[in-house]
């Protein structure tokens, strides 16, 4: 099977985006490792699939693949990739697109400095739609990490998300901590886990352990997801800059039952064909 795919990346969370929609595209969990794969394959953190909807008052369908092939519910620095993908591809000359994602509807909205916000929905903090095996729903939760007690907020973005706040983004224990909490017993789906250090009331440093990936330059639906969670405790106000290893976003969330907005570039690197 030959694939026609361009690589995207949104602050170097990067990604293999294709075209569902002129071309029949079915992969089985080896073939996205394969695409994944930086020595193989094309390499990216995550391939994206554009896919035709039948859900009405929907553009688009939008599928999520990590690296170890698993599909996943949400990425936000992707949503803006496909947000650019389908306009530069001609699928769609509207500057405002309304997708469905495996957890609900989001929306994408292109802006004329070239930018891309998205309304990435209403964030939760139920432990049973994180999910997130708790008793209770304080924001503030105890997580045993092997030998370590750790104090995390769980988030659910449409994926799921641990936050712990620390003084120095640089010297946390993303690289030992971050395989553990992603695999942790009382996170039934695997999480993503989010390192955030506050500079100030609207600017934080971040670095994230993706399931299914490892830490990335980037990770959109976890500076949401830090974001939400710093607000929720007081830390910060909206809106948030948020400065990754890639690059910065913009975060904005007015609280309750409002949506999360983020703004960030999306960047296409190059387009291929690829024999699977």
């Known amino acids: 099977m030959k694939l026609t795919f361009v690589k995207m990346h949104g602050l170097g969370n990067d990604f293999v985006v294709l075209d569902g ?38 553009d688009f369908r939008y599928r999520i693949f990590n690296a170890d092939g698993g599909e996943v519910e949400q990425c936000g620095n992707g949503a803006r990739c496909f947000a650019r993908f389908v306009q530069q591809e001609g699928l769609t000359a509207k500057r ?20 891309v916000t998205v309304d990435m929905g209403v964030p ?5 739609r994180v999910p997130f095996v708790s008793d209770a729903d304080d924001l503030l939760q105890v997580l045993q990490v092997a030998d370590e007690a750790i104090t995390i907020t769980a988030v659910g973005m449409g994926n799921p998300h641990a936050v ?31 390192f955030m250090q506050v500079v100030d009331r609207q600017a934080i440093r971040l670095r994230v352990f993706e399931r299914g990936v490892g ?20 830390l910060l106000v909206s809106p948030v800059r948020v400065a990754t290893r ?5 975060v904005a969330w007015r609280g309750a039952a409002a ?8 960047v296409t690197v190059f387009k291929g064909e690829i024999e699977l």
């Open 124 to 128: 939760t903090f139920d432990p049973a």
């Open 215 to 234: 830490e990335t330059l980037a990770c959109g639906s976890g500076a949401c997801a830090a974001v939400v969670a710093g607000i929720a405790r007081g």
């Open 21 to 58: 929609v002129r071309q029949s595209i079915k992969l089985s969990r080896a073939q996205v490792r394969l695409l994944a794969d930086r020595h193989f394959g094309v390499g990216c953190d995550q391939v994206l699939l554009v896919e035709p909807t039948h859900q009405a008052g929907v």
């Open 164 to 194: 712990q706040v620390v003084g120095d983004v640089d010297t946390a224990p993303v690289e030992r901590q971050g395989p553990l909490i992603e695999a942790h017993p009382r996170f039934p789906q695997r999480v993503n886990a989010g």
């Open 96 to 115: 405002e697109i309304r997708v469905e994602t495996m957890r609900g509807v989001i929306v994408p909205r292109l802006e004329d400095d070239g930018s």
């Open 246 to 250: 890639g690059g910065e976003l913009s």
């Open 259 to 266: 949506p999360v907005l983020m703004t960030g570039p999306a």
